[in-house]
C-alpha cells in the first residue's frame, strides 16, 4: 500500500472519482464491502466517461445495496468444502490454500467480497497455515495446490519464499498455481526476487493473472508478466464476463489477443457469480454463450478461454459453452456439474 492508494470513500471523493453527494451513500456500502484502488488503476480510469470500464470494476456504487433473492454470502460453496482453516478441498486431486486474506483492489464483483478485506476473515495465522500445509502433506491424493485469497502476491517475497519451500518439500504437489491481480493493479510488485520467491523447487508453477479489459494490459503490466514468464513461471489467464465492462465481442478480442500477445494463456472467462450486491453485472447466461460463439468466429483458436459457471452450494466448475446446460419450463437452467449429477440454476 502507498500514499496514493485509495482506501476510503473520503478519498474517492478527493480523487473526483465519486461525487460529495454520492459519497454519502456510499459510506454505507464501503462499511460492508472493503474498497481500494491502487495508482496503476486510478491513472486508467477517464474521469470524464461515466461508463469507464475500469472505474466500473473498482469504484463502488449505491447498486451493491442491492441484495437479491438468488444470492448468497459465499456463493461456490468454499465453506463446504474447508477441512482446515485456510484449505477448500472441493476436488479430488486439487486444493485451494488461502494464504492471505486482502488484496491490492477490491472488485466491485468479488465473490469472496465478504470474507477479504480489513474487516473480513484476517490473515490466517502461523499456526493456522502450518495446520493448512501439514492437511496437504496429509493427503498423498494432492497434485495440485492453488495459493489465493485475497490476493498471494500482496505477500513479501520472504514470507512467499516459506510458503514454496515448505510446498517443496511435499513430494506428491507436483503443481503450483498462483491466482493474482498484481501483476496488473500493482506491476511494481514484481520484482525479481518476487519471482524467484514463487519458484517452488521440483514443482512447475504457473500463476493465473486476473484482468477484465484490455486496457489493464498496460506496458508496465506487460513488463511484469515477462518478468514472471522469464523467471520459468507459466501464465494463464481468468477473467470474469461482466455487463458494461466487457460484454461485446471487441472487448473480448481485445482483452484475449492482449493475453496472448502478453505470454499468457486464456484459460477461464467465467460467468459472475450469485455474490451479494453483485447483480448489475450479470448477463444471461444466454448472453454469455452467443459473445463465445461471436469471439470463436473472431479470434484464433490461441485466443479462446472456456466460458465457465461456478455452481452454488460448492458443486465446482462446469463449462457452459459445451452442452452441459438448458433451460427447463420453470425458468431456470438444468446444469450437469463434473460428476454427471443434474443441478439447478436460477
Do not use: H, Y
Given at each position: 500500500m502507498t500514499d496514493r492508494d485509495i482506501r476510503s470513500v473520503d478519498a474517492l471523493v478527493k480523487s473526483g472519482l465519486t461525487s460529495k453527494?454520492?459519497?454519502?451513500?456510499?459510506?454505507?456500502?464501503?462499511a460492508r464491502y472493503a474498497v481500494a484502488i491502487t495508482p496503476a488503476m486510478i491513472e486508467l480510469i477517464d474521469k470524464s466517461a461515466p461508463d469507464d470500464p475500469i472505474a466500473a470494476q473498482f469504484v463502488p456504487t449505491a447498486a451493491e445495496l442491492l441484495t437479491t433473492p438468488d444470492e448468497l454470502a459465499d456463493p461456490i460453496g468454499d465453506e463446504a468444502h474447508?477441512?482446515?482453516?485456510?484449505?477448500?478441498h472441493r476436488y479430488p486431486d486439487r486444493v485451494l490454500l488461502k494464504a492471505v486474506g486482502v488484496c491490492p483492489v477490491y472488485c466491485r464483483f468479488c465473490?469472496?467480497?465478504?470474507?477479504?478485506?480489513?474487516?473480513?476473515d484476517g490473515n490466517?495465522?502461523?499456526?493456522?497455515?502450518?495446520?493448512?500445509l501439514a492437511y496437504i502433506a496429509s493427503h498423498d491424493e494432492i497434485w495440485e495446490v492453488i495459493l489465493t485469497g485475497g490476493d498471494p502476491l500482496v505477500l513479501s517475497p520472504r514470507r512467499m519464499r516459506q510458503i514454496t519451500h515448505a510446498l517443496a518439500a511435499i513430494p506428491h504437489v507436483k503443481i503450483l498455481r498462483i491466482h493474482s491481480r498484481v501483476p496488473v493493479v500493482s506491476p511494481e510488485k514484481v520484482t525479481d526476487e518476487l519471482a524467484d520467491?514463487?519458484?517452488a523447487s521440483g514443482k512447475t508453477v504457473y500463476l493465473a493473472l486476473h484482468a477484465n479489459h484490455a486496457r489493464e494490459?498496460?506496458?508496465?503490466?506487460?513488463?511484469?508478466?515477462?518478468r514472471l514468464i522469464d523467471a520459468g513461471i507459466v501464465m494463464v489467464s481468468q477473467s470474469v464476463l461482466l455487463k458494461g465492462i466487457n460484454d461485446n465481442v471487441e472487448a473480448l478480442?481485445?482483452?484475449?489477443?492482449?493475453?496472448?500477445?502478453?505470454?499468457?494463456?486464456p484459460y477461464y472467462l467465467h460467468h459472475p457469480d450469485l455474490a451479494p450486491g453483485t447483480s448489475h453485472f450479470r448477463l444471461t447466461i444466454a448472453e454469455g454463450q452467443a459473445l463465445m460463439r461471436a469471439l470463436r468466429a473472431r479470434v484464433s483458436g490461441l485466443c479462446l478461454p472456456a466460458y465457465i459457471l461456478d455452481l452454488p452450494g460448492g458443486y465446482g466448475k462446469v463449462a457452459i459453452g459445451e452442452g452441459n446446460l438448458s433451460a427447463t419450463e420453470s425458468s431456470n437452467y438444468s446444469v450437469i456439474d463434473r460428476e454427471g449429477r443434474t443441478r439447478s440454476y436460477p
Open positions: 453527494a454520492s459519497g454519502d451513500v456510499l459510506g454505507t456500502v464501503a474447508s477441512p482446515v482453516k485456510c484449505i477448500v465473490f469472496r467480497r465478504e470474507m477479504v478485506g480489513p474487516d473480513g490466517p495465522t502461523a499456526d493456522e497455515l502450518e495446520s493448512a520467491a514463487l519458484n494490459m498496460t506496458e508496465q503490466a506487460r513488463a511484469a508478466c515477462a478480442a481485445s482483452l484475449m489477443r492482449a493475453f496472448v500477445e502478453t505470454r499468457v494463456k
